[in-house]
């Protein structure tokens, strides 16, 4: 299948890893990816899910790895044999991640522990050994897109998470400045709340049928639309984003639920406006 949105062959000789590709965001965007002409290296802790992505693609576009990226060894043996196989890494798509949900006072040390473990440190594990083993040492440079969380003031229920992708947020952008000096490129996805079969299935039923309610836009995000991002930053469109955060998440960024507020609207539809002052 050809993308619905590029042109054929637009990542041709780029080799992209995209971790968590197995599913959901990440499988789109492995997908999107490969369409578009770039060898892709899939990660996940289950082979499964992984053979699965790379059977959705064109032939031999996708190699799948098991790696865990909170572990160090297998974060370093994953580079090490994507470059074995492919010879260079221009994209890393730090896609792996993710939360329980339960208030604050619930979550248990080792909870909090296992939230940070996976975003902020595989974030960061997968990130150095692609800066050290190909990026920096190539001279080459490379582009590395995290994936992080939207809206910015927390998600209430997930205050792990949200500490941790706050974290993954400013090392994105110190890391813009340190390693300019390389031609490394960072950037974060800020993503709101996308229809992947986790986020269906995963929470609360009854937070999941009102999540769509409390985004401006009145709908969840497409995993398409996530992959459209990743593919436009991985592609030359992309090369001058650094340092910056891209928000996709229909405006819930910025305000909870439609606007104008239910019972705030007229009757065609019209939020309310404050009468003028009689001029004098
Ligand atoms: C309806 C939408 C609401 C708005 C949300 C929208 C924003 C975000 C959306 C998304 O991110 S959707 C995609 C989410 N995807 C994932 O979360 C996938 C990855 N997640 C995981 O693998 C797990 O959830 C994990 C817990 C982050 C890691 O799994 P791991 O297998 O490493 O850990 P466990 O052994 O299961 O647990 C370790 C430890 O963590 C605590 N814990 C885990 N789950 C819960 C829970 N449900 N409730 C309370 N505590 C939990 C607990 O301390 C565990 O230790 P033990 O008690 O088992 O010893
Ligand atoms: N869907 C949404 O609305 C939003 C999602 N996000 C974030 O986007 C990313 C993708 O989300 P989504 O596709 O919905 O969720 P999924 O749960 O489908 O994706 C998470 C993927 O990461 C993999 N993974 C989890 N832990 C590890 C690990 N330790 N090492 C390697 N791979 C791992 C999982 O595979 P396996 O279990 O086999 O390891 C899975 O394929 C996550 O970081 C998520 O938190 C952010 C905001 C909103």
Redesign the pocket.
Same mark, same amino acid.
């Given at each position: 299948m050809r993308s619905e949105l590029f042109r054929e062959g637009l990542l041709e000789g780029k080799v992209a890893i995209v /971790?968590? @590709? @197995? !599913?959901?965001? @990440?499988?789109a965007a492995a997908l999107e990816l490969a369409r578009l002409g770039a060898r892709v290296a899939i990660? =996940?802790?289950?082979r499964e #899910? %992984?053979e699965e992505t790379r059977s959705l693609a064109p032939d031999g576009a996708i190699t799948v790895d098991v790696?865990?990226?909170?572990e160090e060894q297998q974060v370093d043996a994953f580079v090490e044999q994507v470059l074995e196989r492919h010879g260079r890494i221009d994209f890393l798509l730090n896609? $792996? =991640?993710?939360?329980y949900m339960v208030p604050a006072e619930d979550i248990t040390p080792k909870g909090f522990r296992t939230v940070i473990r %996976?975003?902020v440190e @595989?974030t960061w594990l997968m990130t150095h050994a692609v800066a050290t083993k190909w990026m920096i040492p190539s001279g080459e440079g490379g582009k590395i897109c995290n994936? /992080?969380?939207?809206p910015h003031h927390g998600l209430p229920g997930m205050a792990h !998470?949200s500490a941790a992708r706050a974290a993954v947020e400013n090392l994105t952008r110190v890391l813009s400045i340190e390693w300019s000096r390389f031609n490394i490129r960072l950037t974060a996805i800020a $993503?709101?709340?996308?229809e992947?079969? /986790? %986020?269906l299935t995963?929470y609360p039923e009854q937070v999941v049928r009102g999540v769509a309610k409390t985004v401006p836009l009145g709908r %969840?995000?497409r #995993?398409e639309e996530f992959a459209w991002l990743v593919a436009f930053l991985a592609s030359p469109g992309g090369d001058y984003f650094s340092g910056a955060i891209l928000t996709i998440d229909g405006a819930r960024d910025n305000w909870f639920g439609p606007y104008p507020p239910p019972g705030l609207a007229d009757e065609s539809g019209k939020p309310p406006a404050e009468a003028r002052r009689p001029r004098a």
């Amino acid at each position: 299948m050809r993308s619905e949105l590029f042109r054929e062959g637009l990542l041709e000789g780029k080799v992209a890893i995209v /971790t968590g @590709g @197995g !599913s959901g965001l @990440g499988r789109a965007a492995a997908l999107e990816l490969a369409r578009l002409g770039a060898r892709v290296a899939i990660c =996940g802790r289950r082979r499964e #899910p %992984l053979e699965e992505t790379r059977s959705l693609a064109p032939d031999g576009a996708i190699t799948v790895d098991v790696c865990d990226v909170r572990e160090e060894q297998q974060v370093d043996a994953f580079v090490e044999q994507v470059l074995e196989r492919h010879g260079r890494i221009d994209f890393l798509l730090n896609n $792996a =991640g993710g939360q329980y949900m339960v208030p604050a006072e619930d979550i248990t040390p080792k909870g909090f522990r296992t939230v940070i473990r %996976l975003n902020v440190e @595989g974030t960061w594990l997968m990130t150095h050994a692609v800066a050290t083993k190909w990026m920096i040492p190539s001279g080459e440079g490379g582009k590395i897109c995290n994936v /992080t969380l939207s809206p910015h003031h927390g998600l209430p229920g997930m205050a792990h !998470s949200s500490a941790a992708r706050a974290a993954v947020e400013n090392l994105t952008r110190v890391l813009s400045i340190e390693w300019s000096r390389f031609n490394i490129r960072l950037t974060a996805i800020a $993503a709101g709340h996308f229809e992947t079969e /986790t %986020l269906l299935t995963k929470y609360p039923e009854q937070v999941v049928r009102g999540v769509a309610k409390t985004v401006p836009l009145g709908r %969840l995000g497409r #995993p398409e639309e996530f992959a459209w991002l990743v593919a436009f930053l991985a592609s030359p469109g992309g090369d001058y984003f650094s340092g910056a955060i891209l928000t996709i998440d229909g405006a819930r960024d910025n305000w909870f639920g439609p606007y104008p507020p239910p019972g705030l609207a007229d009757e065609s539809g019209k939020p309310p406006a404050e009468a003028r002052r009689p001029r004098a």
